[in-house]
């Protein structure tokens, strides 16, 4: 009898739900019974826990990471004729909350070292009609806070983080999130800290656009039935904050365990021609994903799962070779280094409960199929 296959998923959401069970178990319990399943005193203390974890004075929960960006960028009044700056170097979401509002994505290239927006190229972005620059710490990887901020104040535009993949990620000892005009924050589930269907927050230290926040994810509203702006129905489920609370306490641990078990691959793989993530000084970064560069890209990944291991590609196709976005004109090679990324990246499964027998079995069959080839550095 042939044996079964070994299996390595790039994720595990049920292995993480095992360890905490009981609390989850708990936290659903306590919502189920207090009879308070939307806004109330739930999404009120996780809103809290949020901001004194991020160090910011304010915390909104909003129904996903594409509506903390969506109505961060209303409240700054981003509208038609306006530009928004990003990289094509991202999900989706982050440039068609842009157009969603009837502005304009404005794409600059990245880092071919980070994948983030490369601030040495951002300046040269800007036009009269440029409101806002929404840099999106891709992978768990800190953006170059400093530079860009240093550009968007000259330029008196605000600075909105998609920080979707990155919570708990620091720059220069701060929380990704808290550094720019406001931090969106996702808790789908396969996210860093995920809850059990969608969830978002936006984090920031302006009263103002907080408020404006706050009446926008409740149809406009303030108070209740009293509309003074259109707004949408997007808020924070209690069942979700509440779960979200129990694993807040956790992200910290999840965290290093992720930058642990990508330390080892870092090493194991340090001698095949591979390009391994790269991290600056002063940055700690969070590994939503393990990102490596190779011209075998499809080659490995079908290597990889002849031998049961999964693998991904995050983005195959850069935003602005998107067909949707054909009408503005990015010719092939105008942002150079987005692309080759797309053609040239992979994640291999990274997770914190990832066992190190199971991450000994990625790197033995990455190491074959190089060794195979005569690949070595
Ligand atoms: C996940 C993600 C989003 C959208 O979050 P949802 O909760 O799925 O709406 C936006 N930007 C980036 C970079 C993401 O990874």
Redesign the pocket.
């Known amino acids: 009898m042939e044996q079964t296959m070994r299996k390595v998923s790039l994720l595990d959401l049920t292995a993480q739900y095992e360890d905490i069970k009981p609390e989850i178990k708990q936290a659903v319990d306590n919502v189920l019974e207090s009879g308070n399943y939307i806004m109330g005193p739930f999404v009120k203390s996780f809103e809290q826990a949020m901001a004194e974890y991020c160090g910011t004075k304010y915390a909104i929960g909003v129904a996903?990471?594409?509506?903390?960006?969506l109505l961060t960028l209303d409240a700054l009044g981003v509208g038609a004729g306006d530009e928004v700056i990003t990289t094509p170097f991202?999900?989706f979401?982050?440039a068609e909350v842009i157009s969603q509002l009837g502005a304009t994505p404005v794409f600059v290239d990245i880092d071919p070292d980070t994948y983030n927006m490369d601030p040495a190229k951002l300046e040269a972005a800007i036009t009269p009609k440029t409101k806002a620059i929404m840099p999106?710490h891709?992978f768990g990887q800190p953006v170059d806070m400093d530079e860009i901020l240093e550009i968007a104040n000259k330029h008196n535009v605000f600075v909105v983080e998609?920080a979707?993949?990155a919570i708990g990620s620091r720059y220069k000892g701060k929380r990704i999130g808290s550094l720019g005009t406001a931090g969106?924050f996702?808790?789908?589930p396969t996210?860093n800290l995920g809850g059990y269907g969608?969830?978002?927050i936006v984090v920031t230290n302006d009263e103002e656009l907080a408020r404006k926040i706050q009446i926008l994810r409740v149809h406009g509203s303030n108070p209740k039935y009293y509309h003074s702006v259109i707004g949408y129905n997007s808020r924070l489920d209690a069942l979700q904050a509440a779960m979200l609370q129990v694993k807040l306490k956790y992200i910290d641990q999840w965290n290093q365990q992720r930058r642990d078990k990508a330390a080892i691959y870092n090493e194991a793989l340090k001698d095949l021609s591979i390009t391994l993530p790269y991290v600056k000084e002063n940055r700690e970064a969070v590994f939503?994903l393990y990102i490596i560069q190779t011209k075998y890209r499809d080659e490995l990944m079908a290597h990889l799962k002849e031998h049961g291991i999964a693998s991904g590609v995050y983005y195959p196709v850069p935003l602005h070779k998107q067909e949707v976005y054909s009408d503005l004109e990015y010719e092939d090679g105008s942002l150079a280094e987005s692309e080759k990324a797309s053609l040239g990246t992979m994640a291999l499964p990274l997770y914190p409960e990832l066992t190190m027998d199971d991450q000994e079995y990625v790197i033995s069959v990455v190491r074959e199929f190089f060794e195979a080839k005569g690949e070595r550095v």
Not at 64 to 69: K, M, R
């Open positions: 996903n990471g594409t509506d903390a960006l991202t999900f979401a982050s999106v891709i998609d979707c993949q969106c996702s808790f789908f996210k969608d969830g978002g939503h």
